[in-house]
């Protein structure tokens, strides 16, 4: 049970935001229980919004963005991040099993999305605070400077995403992914 009340419903949730909780289930064809979570919080979930929506408009793609989402929610030990972002990348992003399989594990099976996904994780364990060489090897598998700035939002997004979850303990509402405690 969620230790913050998730509200049941659109319409439960705070007025300000029921428009933006609208938005999401146009999108997703439902409002997930993280985003009704965040409802709590009108400008929480704006902002999430927000950030999430202009990354999309990024260079990195869909792809990439869920590889660095199940690198960082296997990282912080996130069990609902790790089963929404396991279905989101098999349904939506096209990740076969054996890609999440190494995304959780801080890699890739693609060579140039393994050196983000790598670049990802170590800015998690060392709090922004890698050696050149990481950035080096980033750079050498074709990310620009605006695309190494994309990754670090990422890796902020999903550390929000996941402190939050886990706070809360959020009711975990997609297939639980493999190695997840339901």
Request: with cysteine; charged share 20%; hydrophobic share 45%.
């Amino acid at each position: 049970m969620s230790r913050i009340p998730t509200p049941a419903t659109i319409d439960a949730a705070p007025e300000a935001a029921r428009p933006l909780l609208e938005q999401v289930k146009k999108q997703l064809g439902s409002a997930p229980n993280i985003f009704r979570l965040m409802a709590q919080s009108p400008a929480a979930l704006e902002g999430h919004l927000g950030l999430s929506g202009a990354l999309a408009k990024g260079t990195l793609n869909a792809a990439t963005r869920e590889r660095i989402a199940l690198a960082i929610a296997q990282f912080n030990g996130c069990g609902y991040c790790l089963s929404a972002h396991s279905y989101v990348g098999a349904n939506l992003a096209g990740l076969s099993p054996e890609e999440i399989a190494a995304n959780r594990a801080g890699r890739s099976t693609d060579p140039r999305a393994d050196a983000a996904v790598v670049f990802a994780r170590k800015l998690a364990e060392l709090r922004g605070r890698v050696a050149d060489a990481d950035l080096s090897t980033v750079r050498a598998a074709g990310y620009d400077d605006a695309q190494i700035v994309e990754i670090v939002q990422h890796v902020a997004l999903n550390v929000w995403t996941n402190y939050l979850n886990e706070l809360a303990r959020t009711e975990i509402d997609f297939p639980v992914a493999d190695g997840v405690a339901a």
